[in-house]
């Protein structure tokens, strides 16, 4: 027992020998960094966190790991990034192992950096982080890994700054951002060079122009004709301490949706739109209820947007369903028909069925006019590429969703972006979250969550439907080549150099060996 706790009390003493030695500034900066990481999400109305944390983060981040060089405290950036993710976006013991994956795969571009970012590097080497951490989010996103690692988000309060993504998509503006943060980095480490002041100047001048652009282009925002939009969630459900939701009778859902639909009339709505699986109903009596609302949509002469979780009954199929959105035109008819196509890892099995389709462009007549709409379901909409498909003439985008208290603040931010990158009016309605309408500029017209909104209550929205054409929308895919390409070049030169230099230093070295009197 002695022998124990004269053991504990030597690591103990070794461990805070440890401490004193290395809590210097890059391991202060650490703990910021990771504090502005889940803090916004604890004030969500401090909207000066959002737009400034992204800012800090990657900055102290980056400066901890150029000037640490050690394996183990690799292990604890890791460790710290790990806690901040869990307490950004959940506690529980799955999210917690999911943060530490994701922590480890996001240090792949903070590795990749302090590799080659030395204290003697050029100034073009701080490109080296922002295009890796571009083009790992962009691989994440293509192989459906994780589309939430972008810096864009964070810019919705800022829409001088957002404006950039009409141009260069979210990954451009966190490239931009993560720029920033390599380049100070790079200029707090050489301070004590001329250039290097010289270096943050124009960096900080480059940040005041995108602002300024960004008010130019704010300054053509125009008020253009609306559509009186019904907004409603669907009937409260109870959830079970094991996570299944229990579903309603469809006696129930039909009663709810016939409330709602006659709610929306009476306050002269020109539209109807609900969020994500608003009604759970087995395949069996699914036509009964489509029919139901292709019913009420040419009776009121209202189009409707439905998302339905459709369950499949037969001995084959049992277990699995669908997510899937009708819409409804106002003579009754379905003119689109999409199914989700990304299940949300972890929180979604994958007993759904996925679609496949591309995300539909409709022309809809809403309140007598003659409209171009567009719908994707949920974290869809978190992947440019899908919402991009829609076309760059689309007037609004909805988006039905389900969300969760620590995707609340998030969310409804990063779906915004896509507002601006295709210069399209954008309406999110959402079970459990934050419901948003945006402009197409990212003007916030509406935002309330589900305490103020409730459940089977209609809100109206006057929702804008000028649009504007952008160069991302229109290019974006080719756009997103840059930094795959950039990256490509960078280590490819860094490389180089990297093993070009080994064989002169071996060659003076193995001279001075031999002919120790000849000057080096």
Not at 304 to 324: A, H
Not at 456 to 476: A, L, M, Q, S
Request: net charge negative; with cysteine.
């Amino acid at each position: 027992m002695d022998y124990i706790k004269n053991k504990c009390a030597f690591n103990l003493s070794l461990f805070m020998d440890w401490l004193k030695r290395n809590l210097d500034l890059p391991l202060g900066l650490l703990i910021v960094g990771c504090l502005f990481v889940f803090l916004p999400s604890f004030f969500p109305d401090f909207k000066i966190l959002y737009v400034l944390g992204v800012w800090v983060w990657p900055f102290c981040l980056l400066y901890y790991c150029r000037q640490s060089g050690e394996c183990f405290k690799k292990s604890i950036f890791c460790l710290f990034l790990t806690a901040a993710i869990s307490i950004r976006f959940g506690s529980d013991l799955v999210f917690f192992g999911l943060a530490a994956i994701a922590s480890v795969v996001f240090y792949i571009p903070f590795f990749v950096d302090k590799h080659f970012c030395t204290k003697d590097a050029p100034f073009y080497y701080t490109l080296i982080f922002p295009s890796v951490y571009s083009v790992v989010n962009i691989t994440f996103t293509i192989f459906d890994v994780l589309a939430g690692g972008n810096l864009a988000y964070a810019q919705y309060d800022n829409r001088a700054l957002l404006q950039l993504t009409s141009v260069i998509g979210e990954y451009g503006l966190t490239f931009f951002i993560c720029f920033v943060a390599s380049a100070a980095a790079y200029v707090v480490a050489h301070w004590e060079q001329v250039n290097a002041k010289r270096i943050g100047v124009a960096i900080l001048l480059s940040v005041v122009a995108a602002h300024a652009w960004g008010f130019y282009i704010l300054s053509g925002e125009a008020d253009s004709n609306t559509i009186r939009l019904a907004q409603t969630i669907g009937p409260k459900l109870e959830q079970l301490p094991n996570g299944e939701w229990v579903n309603l009778p469809i006696e129930t859902n039909f009663e709810s949706f016939n409330k709602i639909v006659n709610s929306a009339h009476e306050q002269n709505a020109e539209m109807l739109i609900m969020n994500e699986e608003a009604f759970t109903i087995a395949d069996t009596n699914a036509p009964a209820f489509i029919e139901n609302a292709a019913m009420y949509a040419k009776k009121f002469s209202m189009p409707i947007l439905l998302p339905l979780e459709v369950d499949y009954t037969d001995s084959l199929n049992k277990g699995r369903y669908k997510n899937v959105a009708f819409l409804f035109d106002s003579e009754g008819k379905i003119v689109a028909e999409y199914n989700k196509h990304k299940p949300l890892p972890i929180v979604e099995t994958f007993d759904m069925d996925v679609g496949r389709e591309k995300v539909p462009t409709i022309p809809l007549k809403i309140g007598g006019e003659n409209y171009l709409v567009s719908y994707a379901i949920c974290y869809d909409g978190n992947f440019t590429e899908i919402v991009r498909a829609m076309g760059d003439s689309v007037q609004v985008y909805f988006n039905p969703s389900w969300d969760w208290e620590g995707l609340n603040d998030f969310h409804y931010r990063m779906l915004a972006v896509r507002a601006v990158e295709n210069g399209v009016n954008m309406v999110m309605i959402t079970y459990d979250g934050i419901s948003v309408v945006t402009n197409d500029y990212g003007k916030e017209i509406f935002r309330k969550g589900i305490e103020e909104i409730g459940y089977e209550k209609v809100f109206i929205t006057d929702v804008p439907t000028g649009f504007h054409v952008t160069v991302y929308g229109r290019f974006g895919n080719i756009i997103n080549w840059v930094y795959l390409v950039l990256a490509v070049l960078l280590l490819s030169v860094a490389v180089y150099r990297k093993h070009a230099k080994k064989p002169a230093a071996s060659a003076k070295g193995l001279i001075q060996a031999i002919f120790p009197q000849v000057p080096g």
